[in-house]
């Protein structure tokens, strides 16, 4: 089993809906989950980050985590078609050290259709 | 947050050439520094990360070299470049004792 899954997608969806992308994982040491908005040829920069359980809002964006099913979401609400690009999740736990190194999913790549 | 730099952005190079690409950092001091490999379809590759100067480790065996000679500058390095070397390499950053990474704009080698 893959320390951390997620649906490559793709998913396209009109403008205005709510997108939902998820990533499921199996270790239970990640405490610190992160979200990564990637467009094409680009760099990845960072979203949303949470730490353990719960829920984090920033503007259209949800981050949800949810330790007991090891599962955390990532909402867009009014989608846009700026936000089409890959998104990737993001994963740490406690090290132990300085050497902070994160497990990342795959990516989804998203298409908002105006 | 911190920047990071890398460049070039694209590069040609023919099999057996070498290689140096350099990344640097702004905005903070004493950060952990990352290369990264993305192929299509296989996500990020963690390639080497290094918590200081000289301090390099290394995740995967291959081709590829790093080192970090000053504080906020990063090289990724190879002698003699593959055709299995392509891809997207991409250099981030974290501040002292925390776990997020800020990624550059990363550079795209095409191995000839």
């Known amino acids: 089993q893959k320390e951390v899954e997620q649906d490559p997608g793709p998913l396209s969806v009109p403008e205005g809906a709510i997108v939902s992308l998820n990533c499921t994982y199996s270790?239970?040491?990640?405490?610190?989950f992160m979200w990564y908005r990637q467009y094409s040829r680009k760099g990845p920069e960072l979203l949303m980050y949470?730490?353990?359980?719960g829920n984090k809002e920033d503007g259209r964006f949800t981050a949800q985590v949810d330790k007991s099913s090891k599962y955390i979401s990532l909402f867009i609400r009014d989608s846009q078609p700026s936000d089409s690009a890959t998104y990737l999740c993001?994963?740490?736990?406690?090290?132990?050290?300085?050497?902070?190194?994160?497990?990342f999913g795959k990516g989804t790549l998203l298409t908002v259709n105006p | 947050s911190q920047t990071i730099h890398q460049w070039p952005a694209t590069l040609v190079q023919p099999v057996g050439s070498p290689l140096s690409l350099e990344c640097t950092v702004e905005?903070?001091?004493?950060?952990?520094l990352y290369w990264y490999r993305q192929a299509a379809g296989r996500g990020l590759q963690l390639l080497f990360y290094s918590v200081g100067i000289g301090q390099i480790s290394s995740e995967v065996p291959q081709n590829l070299s790093a080192s970090r000679p000053q504080d906020r500058q990063f090289i990724l390095s190879s002698k003699k470049l593959l055709l299995s070397d392509s891809g997207f390499y991409l250099c981030a950053g974290s501040g002292e004792n925390t776990d997020t990474q800020y990624f550059g704009p990363g550079t795209r080698l095409t191995v000839l």
């Open positions: 905005g903070t001091s004493n950060p952990n």
């Open positions: 270790n239970s040491a990640f405490q610190y």
């Open positions: 993001a994963m740490s736990g406690v090290s132990g050290g300085s050497n902070y190194k994160l497990t």
């Open positions: 949470t730490y353990s359980s």
